[in-house]
């Protein structure tokens, strides 16, 4: 049988936007005959950095090598794959293992998400020794062979489910059945009736997972044959006193049956383990807090999960080199961040307090026949009544102001709380554009005050754009789809009436079409994404949105380069 | 609401040796609070000087409250003492004899001390039997407000079935002394480790016989599924398999300042070693309830032992800041004619179950025909495996058992340097 090779569009994208001859490694997942290409990472000359093989979520490895360049002269490395981008033409040929030409398919994130579920693994282990490289090392050796034990178990929190090393513990009746049909027939009886799961697919299915350890033993097991000890040792030493907070992924295919998810789970919590002791004793090292957070990033130019373990003691700023290794690794923007903690992803599934995240992804697409572009990056929908505070009829302006700030501080560009409305109202007053009886007041702002307060409070800039009449918004398509394109960041709309935010444009400069993504900040209602997106509180809409007897002023936030 | 209580009639024997004079006898009732109803499956008579005393005022308070302390570190988890038994030809419910009522607040005390030992409940049980005519009272007391109110104490004919749950948990814990800690007592250290402990307890889920089951449902659950699924074919001898509880512990940590540092430490104490717990309960008994009883079985029986040891230890031992290992007793559970859940007994090093024989008779009130029935699962420790290169010093209970290895070395060097010396001057 031939292999089946598959690669990610991310991966394809990201080899022919190359702009000068590189080479590198491919990271997939093997399967049999099966390989499946999701990452990448590219060699940079004279990085010192550690390389990226341990950030990848289990069992993802280097299973390929690839080069950009004029002309194929790149040896390729033996029992692996090689792919090939010709700079010029963008054409990309595939070799196999024996260096045949072999050909290959384009999955999308959609196919990756249906195929491959992620098992977000979490848990603690104290690691309290003596306060010396040696005990360290020993302590992570010992911690290694233990998690390769068999007292290892975890449970899936999501699939009422025990994975032991021999056994796996169900709550559902038959064991044979796969992951994903598990999964459907435990969530079956809570779903609302009324809303079908046909919906495509947008985003990764995570599984919680707990880790845990065995303390109990079979009666006849020979370990520690006798009652409990106490052995003091009254020795004063230095001791290091901290725990390794475990937060790892895995991706298994959500056809796989239970049975198959210990060793995988297993291996993710290894490599965790290599990855941390490394980040640790180099904290250690520097003397600085042994507290490390980690971080799960999905840049959606990588199209795979990257775990980052980030010492406490080291604010964003002091990670820049890591960062920019990491974005030429992986040939991500050098312009846009990715990877500061403000960046992490969010699983929007899991309930929390506070706004919605990203209300516009799953919302009913047009066909415009034009390019969508849209807001690149979290935001949170911020409307009406939220906090317990009635602002109808007069709140808009300050909710759309609110979206916006929420974006930069979901970005990592600034690292402050979105402004509340006593903030937004004390500013305008501190720089003298309203008079103190402002504060406290049910007065409406528009486009200049949301440009002023983003100025004063978040350091940010804002493009202003004018428009006669909610028609001539229609010419406004070439600069929206330049906004988008280079900052992706939320634009504030106002104007004689009402205060919008918008989220994309749908352009087709053929017919002169144009749509607009808007987030409506006039809905009252709860958090409650189905509504929104159906009632179109968050939808696209035609120029005739527009009040046609009304002028517009649109605030567009210039974002600032860097990572 | 009144109390329920049942239980099987073989713990009538209780009464059939009760003396006919004044003085009457006094007993702890032994058993499980259950949802609805309490089950008792022992009356454990206290000792008493038989000599002296002629009146129930004189039955000496101190002697049951020892009794009932004994009794309590030898239950299982789940088991408790539910009050007392009082057999005098006088009814001592009405109006509570004051001594009733102070035994029954002491006791409650007593039984509250030492918390690992879990909770004794507020109301306490009085069961009164006046042997001329044959009659049985029960009431219910309650410590807190001082109310009592009659409870319904029956026997039954049938014996009383118990589920047995079996768990072997290996522990093995590290304690790091804080800085401050180096002039504490063993005792104290030995209750920090415990603290750890039972911490770490608290987040261990038990899956019991390898099945799935929410935490609300109960015991005969376990037993029932393969009826239905190969029709009619039912084994009854099932019922009576023990099941297996497997203890997965998930590790959670409440951040502090004071961790992700390196600091000082005077020192580690490691307690290391295998733990035997086994629980009986009633089939209503849920899961929760299962799981919550091996916790308390498991720490009771350690902190038993560890006070047994501490006590056992002479002043010097106790104060003495050196690195040593001391060796808690072990459990050992032994069987009461006739009854099905076993008590739980404690060996010092050396020690065997026979040794023990007549002590358990006294506390229980029997005399044990031919052999003690027994199960020593533990084991002793091998100690030369703790022995290979450190210097340490091993404190055992029984006097005779001690090596002191680092004093031998110590006379073994100043011999050395006196022979020296001796030669060379």
Redesign the interface.
Known sequence: MDNKIKISETVIQRLTYADRPCTGRLYGISEENNVVILGLQQNVPNDKTQGISNVFPTPIQYCATFAVDIINTHSKVDGKLHVFCNQDTKKLMVFDKKSKESSFVIVSDGDIFSKYWILQLK????L?CE?SKTTIQEMFQDLRSHVSSEST?F?ITDL???V?HS?V???AEEGNITIKQLFESLSEDQKEPNRKKKEKVTSATVLLV??????????T?A?????????????????????CQIDTLAMISSDAHLSNVYRTLQEALLRYLSQYEEKLLAC?KE?T???IDPYHFYPSECGHFLTLLYP?AKSDEDLVTERLSLHQQCMLNENVPMFRRANKFINNKNKRNGPLINPHIGVKVIDNGGNTYSVRGNYEYYHYCQNGMDDSGWGCAYRSLQTLASWFKLQGYVDREVPTFHEIQKCLVDIKDKPSSFIGSKQWIGSTEVNFVLDTLLGITCKILYVSSGEEMSQKGPELVDHFKNQGSPIMIGGGVLAHTILGVDYNPETGNIYFLILDPHYTGSEDLHTIQSKGWCGWKPVSFWKKDSYYNMCLPQVPRGI | MVRNILASDNVLSFFICAPKDGSGVVGLIIGQCGADRDYVFYLARSPAKRDKRSSFDDIEEDLVLDHAKQISRMLPGGMNILGIVVSHPEDVTSPLHPKVKSLLSNLCKTLDYNRFYGNAKKEMIILSFIPKPQKYICKEYNISNGTLQLADFKFTSKKLKWYRI???????E?Y??DKEE?KSS?EE??KA?LEQIQKKLNN??F?ID???KNKDECIESYFKKKISKRGSKKDDADDDRPL??????????P?SP??????????????????ISRIWVQSKTTVAEISEFLKQDIMCS?AS??EMHVDSLTEEEISE???????????VLISLPDIEPMFSDYLFPGEGPLGAKTSLEELFGVKFEGKLISED??????MSK?YDSKV?IKLESTSSGKFMYSAIGLAVIILLVALLIHTYL
């Open positions: 848990g603690s282990i104290p309290i306060a178990a449970k009422c489910t025990y032991l056994n513990i169900c709550g707990e880790f845990l350890q065995k303390m109990s033993v079979g009666g097991e370990s520690a044959n006798h009652a409990p000890l106490c052995i003091l040792d009254k020795r004063i030493k230095k001791i290091i006193n901290t725990y250690f003397n807090s042994l507290k406490a | 079996d768990c072997a948990l290996l522990i093995d590290l790091y002394l180096n063993l250290h030995i480790i261990v889920e899956i390898n099945q799935y297996t509880a497997l203890a997965l512990f998930k590790q959670d940590f951040s004071s961790m992700h540092q390196v600091k000082e430490s005077s020192g580690s104490l490691k307690m290391t070693g295998k733990i350690l032992r560890c800041g050196i690195n040593c290992i001391h060796e808690p007793p072990r459990r699962l533990e084991g002793e420790a091998d703790f340490v």
